[in-house]
């Protein structure tokens, strides 16, 4: 049987899938994946610059952020999706450091080519990344501090300086480190679920303040409403307050014109009643997702209760996670125990900046940041940049460890790699040497970045750390080697563990693959002819007066 086979092309593959190989296959995901380090390299370190990324319908960003940038780009090739990949694990591992992160990724297999094109097997170059992988994490470790609440601030201004956030440096830096402090609970800050960031358009960064509360961006709905409650009682709801459309289509014959204001009162007379049992239920304020009429209005008006309506999904899980009320379906079902509690319920500002202010909430770990600017692209980019650094004093009020910053601790990894590789007996060695050159990359692009020379100030870190300065850095305002720690330039552990593990992840992935098979591109499905919008199986569509 086997001699018929003989000769005979075995077709084991779809002869509509495109296959790369070997050295090729690696090249071309290098290529891309480099492609990627080098488009946010430009950001990386303080005096980095932003990118302007504009959509095809012509919304634009302009960020710094590396996780950002990469998010907006689109990316479409297998290999450079992976770099998005790390990218995002930094930001939601860590919160800060996707730029270096990349960077690193990038550089690590910039570093595994030149191997491979000298015969190092790609295997080689991965064990060697993964040995380099764990002994860099034990240096990290030996390196971090324990840190104090004074150097919280510290911390804020290492994330913030050289971001849009640098138009109020200071103020933003102690607004960071109190917001982070006020959501502290048994040890852990949750950025993401505690704190509201929310734009105010007008006035200038500098203005932008903490709020103990939520604040929300909308009116009262009625001007003779309160403009302001105290121990507010708070009713959320996700029905209208208004006289009811009939959903069922019926016919009611009016003879005379009693007839007709005897159905409107009627109809009004529901919305009263309605009103009242929510104000029995001690309700002095309500949210709702859905509308309020006039003669809704009217009623809340008379009952002296401040209602808010059209409230979207987001705001109403803020109120409802803030001041502890439950989302009722009726407005005459709501119950006293469904009320949620804040001390102050106050509408500010005037004209279309007006703001709903919920303070002292039944929740305290409830906060907002409200940044004023006048340009919203602006106030976006700064929201970013407290976010980092919301985050990472968040991490070392979590992990209570810091390390030093520029670039610091990636000479003294890259130096104590260097003595490691001499104890190993293979080629892993080769592994760990380059992974030692690819973090000194990080300096190297802060300098560069800085218009420094970047070869001078490498060799000056290394001088430095080679006598035991173990927290020498790049100070880019004097482009020298200095004492980090000092200058008081710090950054979280949990940073640099994470920049360390989510880039060797990413490029030893890469460098695993030696096969890529791409299905072709089939573009739109083949579709009958006949299945289009105006003509389905033989049915015309109405005709609905668009064009
Ligand atoms: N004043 C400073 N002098 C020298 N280096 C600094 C200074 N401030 C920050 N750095 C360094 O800059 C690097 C961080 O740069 P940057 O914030 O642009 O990128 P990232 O944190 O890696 O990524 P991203 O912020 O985009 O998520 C860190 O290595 C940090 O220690
Ligand atoms: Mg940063």
Known sequence: MAGQLSGQPIIILDKDKTRTQGREALGYNITAAKAIADAVRTTLGPKGMDKM???PVGDMVITNDGATILREMDIKHPAAKMMVEIARTQEDKA?????????????????????????????????GYSLAQVKALEILDELAIEATDDVLENIARTALT?????????????????????????????????INIIHQRGGSIKDTKFVHGVVIDKARAHKNMPKRVEKAKIAVLDTGIEI?????KSKVNITSSDMLSEARLEESKLVEDRVEALAKSGANVVFTEKGIDDTGMHYLTKKGIFAVRRCSDDEIKKIVKATGARVVSKVDGVEEEDLGYADVIEERGAGNYKMIYVEGCKNPK???????????HVADEVERALDDALRVVGDVIEDGKIVAGGGSPEMELA???????????????LGITAYAEALEEIPKGIAENAGLDAIDIVAELRNAHSK?????????????????LKLGIVEPLRVKTQIIKSATDAANMILRIDDILTAKETGM???????????????????????
Do not use: W
């Open 53 to 55: 990324l504009v959509n």
């Open 95 to 127: 919160g800060d450091g996707t730029t270096s992160a990349v960077v690193l990724a990038g550089e690590l297999l910039n570093k595994a080519r030149i191997l491979v094109e000298q015969n190092v097997h790609p295997t080689v170059i991965t064990k």
């Open 162 to 194: 050289g971001k849009s956030a640098d138009l109020a440096l200071e103020p933003l830096v102690e607004l960071c480190v109190k917001t982070a402090l006020s959501i502290k609970e048994s040890g852990r800050v949750n950025v993401k679920e505690n």
């Open 244 to 248: 009811e459309k009939t959903k069922v």
């Open 366 to 376: 409830a906060v907002s940041i409200l940044i004023y600017s006048g340009a919203e």
């Open 415 to 429: 130096m104590k790699l260097r003595d490691y590789a001499t104890t190993l007996q293979g080629r892993e060695q």
């Open 468 to 484: 035991g300065k173990k927290t020498a850095g790049l100070n880019v305002f004097t482009g020298k080697a200095e004492d980090m």
């Open 525 to 547: 499905m083949d579709v009958n002819p006949e299945h289009t919008a105006d003509y389905y199986d033989g049915i015309q569509a109405p005709d609905v007066g668009e064009d």
